[in-house]
């Protein structure tokens, strides 16, 4: 089955700064990667996804980017916010019209210092 | 859309016990997960339904679990009898097959035996 790992576990920056995570997979197949944001006490919220037909997607200042052939996807804040502090899942998925099933990462606990 | 909608919130029960956790699906979604997350083991797949049929429950812990899907806006995840190592919070998910409107968790329900 697929495997997602995901680095780093815990990612400090400073409010303003840029923050990087990254994920890699182990099922070519996969074509589908959502980004997941929970916060405390709440349930993961979609933040953005991207297919693997499409090597870059942005959406104010969340960006992610794919590469098919190294098989990792990165998710990028710019200018972070307090706000922006929660733990990220990456996901991967095999779309294929029934019963798709995601399998998480480990998560990033993001903190964004003031 | 309400979302997807989860019950109870909390559950506080004794070793034992029964517990009964409900989910209502968006409506229009057609597969139906559920998941369960611990700071141990991250985020689970204990088993997901497409168009109310269980595909893989690979993922329930032992027999003592069991999921049902009635129908298309309804589920139930059961645990018994319950034991302190089921303290977790569950969460329920439901998506499109083709996964064009994304996955959408519930809030949880934090379950504590004791």
């Known amino acids: 089955g697929e495997n997602v790992e995901q680095h780093p576990s815990t990612l400090s920056v400073q409010e303003g700064d840029s923050a990087v995570i990254k994920c890699t997979y182990s099922d070519s197949a996969s074509n589908y990667f959502p980004w997941y944001k929970q916060e405390l006490g709440k349930g993961p919220q979609l933040i953005i ?3 693997s037909n499409v090597g870059e997607k942005k959406d104010q200042r969340i960006a992610v980017t794919l590469n098919k052939t190294a098989k990792h ?19 991967a998925v095999i779309l294929t019209g029934g019963g798709n099933k995601l399998t998480f ?7 964004v210092e003031l | ?22 989910c209502k699906p968006i409506s229009g979604h057609n597969s139906l997960f559920w998941y369960r997350q ?3 083991r991250g985020l689970e797949l204990l088993i997901y339904f497409n168009n109310n049929v269980p595909i893989d429950d690979s993922g ?6 069991s999921a049902k899907m009635p129908n298309a806006s309804f589920s139930t995840l059961k645990i018994q009898p319950s034991e302190p190592r089921d303290s977790a919070v569950y969460f329920c998910a439901s998506s ?4 064009l409107y994304g996955y959408t968790f519930g809030s949880g ?3 504590t035996v004791v």
């Open chain 2, 96 to 99: 499109s097959g083709d996964g």
């Open chain 1, 105 to 111: 990462g480990t998560g990033t606990q993001l903190k």
């Open chain 1, 49 to 51: 996804d991207i297919r």
């Open chain 2, 38 to 40: 611990t700071m141990m």
């Open chain 2, 1 to 22: 859309d309400a979302g997807v909608i989860q019950s109870p919130r909390h559950e506080v029960t004794e070793m034992g016990q029964e517990v009964t956790l409900r």
């Open chain 1, 73 to 91: 996807f990165s998710l990028h804040i710019t200018e972070t916010q307090p706000e922006d502090s929660a733990v990220y899942f990456c996901a």
């Open chain 2, 109 to 111: 329900t934090r379950l």
């Open chain 2, 60 to 65: 329930m812990p032992e027999d003592r679990f």
